[in-house]
């Protein structure tokens, strides 16, 4: 069964940090390319993240310097850390792996002001 199962978010102030995880199963993690996306509240779901199967990263440039994805390819996990919360950073965070396509449920995270 393929599944992905994201954790880590939670509250936190302005300026605060998050560190979320994506745990893999039942897929190949090592040759996929692994996305974050977010979806604010009353919002589409966006870009945030990509890590490739090279470990070669792209980022939306609204997180860009403040976010950085990484991957552990023995743990089969991806991970984002987030510093520099900013208000406009809530929403639910998705990861993403692309073979198969497969979404994990989300995690939410809030930033106060």
């Known amino acids: 069964q393929v599944q992905l199962v994201e954790s880590g978010g939670g509250l936190v102030q302005t300026g605060g940090s998050l560190r979320l995880s994506c745990a893999a199963s039942g897929i190949i993690f090592r040759i996929n390319d692994m996305v974050w996306y977010r979806q604010p509240p009353g919002k589409q779901r966006e870009f945030v993240a990509q890590i490739f199967t090279g470990n070669s990263t792209h980022y939306a440039a609204s997180v860009k310097g403040r976010f950085t994805i990484s991957r552990d390819n023995v743990k089969n996990t991806v991970y984002l850390q987030m510093n520099g919360l900013k208000p406009e950073d809530t929403g639910v965070y998705y990861c993403?792996?692309?073979?198969?396509?497969?979404w994990g449920q989300g995690t939410q995270v809030t930033v106060s002001s």
């Open positions: 993403y792996a692309n073979r198969p396509p497969t």
